[in-house]
Each structure stands twice: as structure tokens, then as C-alpha cells.
């Protein structure tokens, strides 16, 4: 089944969210680490969906003009159908509502994939950190102006 139109997650999404984090990230949220962002007022979570199961889904909390990303994923059995390039781009017109500006991340420096994707769609490199991550691995910081 393809997926169907973008639309706002809801908190029972929650646990399928976990799900596919602990799925395609090394340092996966856990579903008590969703909660607490999603009960965040400054939170957003997006996503596409297939029938009951989420395919894609982006989050992302807004401060003044950033809208700082939480977690960009698409389910490995949704793979390769553009989904994870295309939920940031339609996320962008609800980011500025929130008051954003700009969109600001934090990328793996093995996560090739996503880098790839994200140039793709005209986000910049903007820097590194060095061990940002848990484990010790370097990020890129990754930026979009939203137009």
C-alpha cells in the first residue's frame, strides 16, 4: 500500500515511532524520551502513513526562528520511494506558521544516506561536532532557510 498525504501524528503514534527508531538509529528515543518531547508545546511530529503504520514521519521543536530537528525516519519497508526527503519538504509551510525561519540539524557523520537526501533538497552543511553523538561520533550540522 503507498503511502498516504502528509498529515500531524497523534500521541497514540507514539510507540510505532520507537518502533522505527529503534529500527534505523544506532542511539534510538525511547518511547518515554517521545513523550516527554511530544509534550513539549514547541514539538511538531508529521508523518505519512500506509494503512495503519507510519512510513515516514519527521519531528521537530521551534524556538524563535529554528525549527531544530529532532528525528527524520522512514520505515526500512517504505525505503526508497523519496519519503524521507519529501516529509521535510512539506513540513516546511507548518514550520514557518510555527514562526521558523530555518530549519537547523544534527547528522551523522556515517549516516551518508541522509546527507545525501538532504543536499538533494538544498539544505548546506554548515559545520561539525566533534563527538556530538552518545557514542562518540562526530555530527555535521546541517541547515535549510525556509523560503
Do not use: K
Not at 510505532?16 to 514539538?43: G, M, N, Y
Not at 525561519?101 to 559545520?127: P, Y
Amino acid at each position: 500500500m503507498a503511502p498516504g498525504p502528509l498529515s500531524p501524528l497523534a500521541v497514540e503514534d507514539l510507540p510505532q515511532v520507537a518502533a522505527i527508531e529503534a529500527l534505523v538509529f544506532p542511539e534510538p528515543l525511547s518511547l518515554a524520551d517521545l513523550r516527554r518531547l511530544w509534550d513539549d508545546p514547541a514539538t511538531s511530529y508529521v508523518g505519512y502513513r500506509a494503512g495503519d503504520r507510519i512510513a515516514a514521519y519527521f519531528g521537530f521543536q521551534t524556538s524563535g526562528p529554528t525549527a531544530h530537528v529532532i528525528s527524520n525516519a522512514t520505515h526500512p519497508d517504505f525505503r526508497r520511494q523519496g519519503l524521507g526527503g519529501r516529509v521535510l519538504q512539506e513540513a516546511e509551510p507548518l514550520a514557518r506558521r510555527r514562526g521558523a525561519r530555518w530549519f537547523l540539524g544534527e547528522v551523522r557523520v556515517s549516516n551518508t544516506a541522509q546527507l545525501r537526501v538532504l543536499h538533494r533538497i538544498g539544505w548546506v552543511e554548515v559545520g561539525g561536532c566533534p563527538a556530538f553523538f552518545g557514542n562518540g561520533e562526530d555530527a555535521i550540522v546541517v541547515w535549510r532557510c525556509l523560503p
